[in-house]
C-alpha cells in the first residue's frame, strides 16, 4: 500500500511489458504480497507474465532460464 503513492500513473504504462517471479517459499517477501502486485499490475495496461517458482528468495536455474526467455521474446 506505501508503494502504491508512488506509482506512475497508468498512461505513462501503457504498451510497456513487465516479467514478475516470485519463489512460492520466500521467507523475505511473502507470496501474498507478490500476488497482490500481480492483481494490481494486472489492472493496468501493461502486459504482465507473472510465474511462481518452487524456491525461497532467490533465483534458480529454472527461474533464470524462464527470464532469459522472456527478454528474448521481447527482441522477437
Known amino acids: 500500500p506505501q508503494a502504491l503513492q508512488l506509482a506512475a500513473p497508468a498512461d505513462a504504462l501503457r504498451g510497456k511489458q513487465l516479467w514478475l517471479s516470485h519463489g512460492t517459499e520466500d521467507n523475505v517477501i511473502p507470496l501474498a504480497h507478490a500476488m497482490a502486485i500481480a492483481r494490481h499490475m494486472g489492472s493496468l495496461p501493461v502486459t504482465m ?28
Open 49 to 76: 507474465t507473472y510465474r511462481e517458482f518452487p524456491g525461497a528468495h532467490e533465483i534458480r536455474p529454472a527461474e533464470l532460464v524462464a527470464t532469459v526467455s522472456w527478454l528474448d521474446s521481447l527482441a522477437e
